[in-house]
Nanobody
């Protein structure tokens, strides 16, 4: 079992920045990568970034160049630095665990409770 706790959401103006943090606990050896996903009202959940245990990162096109994921293997945390935020970034953001399988990193059933990010003037 893995437990994930997110923090750092809130209200920010367009063009602003916000930093989300995810702390993992439990069976940490089962974590091949940590990632962030988001879900806006009426839309499907979107995987936006992940980082492997070796520090290799991957981003969706929608956030590439604006968001940066980082990981602290000692503290077992994964942060998401979000810059140049847009109203369309408004969503509930979820931290989640990925496992390496058949050449790719795939989501597992381990998800945090989510944190709301609202980008509005």
């Amino acid at each position: 079992q893995v437990q994930l706790v997110e923090s750092g959401g809130g209200l920010v103006q367009p063009g602003g920045s916000l930093r989300l943090s995810c702390e993992a606990s439990g069976n940490l050896l089962s974590i091949h990568a940590l990632g962030w996903a988001r879900q806006a009202p009426g839309k499907e959940r979107e995987l936006i970034a992940h980082i492997t245990s070796e520090g290799v990162t991957s981003y969706s096109d929608s956030v590439k160049g604006r968001f940066t994921i980082s990981r602290d293997n000692v503290k077992n945390t994964a942060d998401l630095q979000m810059n140049s935020l847009k109203p369309e970034d408004t969503a509930v953001y979820y931290c989640h665990v990925l496992r390496y399988y058949a050449g790719d990193y795939l989501p597992t059933n381990y998800w945090g409770q989510g944190t709301q990010v609202t980008v509005s003037s």
